[in-house]
């Protein structure tokens, strides 16, 4: 079984950058797309980016499009806001293919999250 785990949460000031790393526990998450998402409290999960297999097809949200960028291990955050405050999880695609993903259902596993708290 694939197990995610996310790293590089935090509290950071508003206009600050936070990394985070999303690690995979077998070699075979290679072959699927991945994907970010977060949930803020009082909040349903939503879609933050995900990127193809070979990473060469990415996709944001409109809330951080030009301020994150995706890559296969790690999710750049830049000029963060208040309102990205969240709980954040990388997931797994279920399907081997080159599409990107943006709903929480094509996705089958899931890490156990990491806090970004931006204060302002």
């Known amino acids: 079984q694939v197990q995610l785990v996310e790293s590089g949460g935090g509290l950071v000031q508003a206009g600050g950058s936070l990394r985070l790393s999303c690690t995979a526990s077998?070699?075979?998450?290679?072959?699927?797309?991945m994907g970010w998402f977060r949930q803020a409290p009082g909040k349903e999960r939503e879609f933050v980016a995900a990127?193809?297999w070979s990473g060469g097809s990415t996709y944001y949200s409109d809330s951080v499009k030009g301020r994150f960028t995706i890559s296969r291990d790690n999710l750049q955050m830049n000029s963060l806001k208040p309102e990205d405050t969240a709980v954040y999880y990388c997931?797994?695609?279920?399907?081997?293919?080159?599409?990107?993903?943006?709903?929480?259902?094509?996705?089958?596993?899931w890490g156990q999250g990491t806090q970004v708290t931006v204060s302002s």
């Open positions: 990127i193809s």
């Open positions: 077998r070699r075979t998450f290679r072959s699927y797309a």
């Open positions: 997931a797994r695609s279920k399907a081997a293919s080159t599409a990107v993903y943006t709903t929480q259902t094509n996705y089958d596993y």
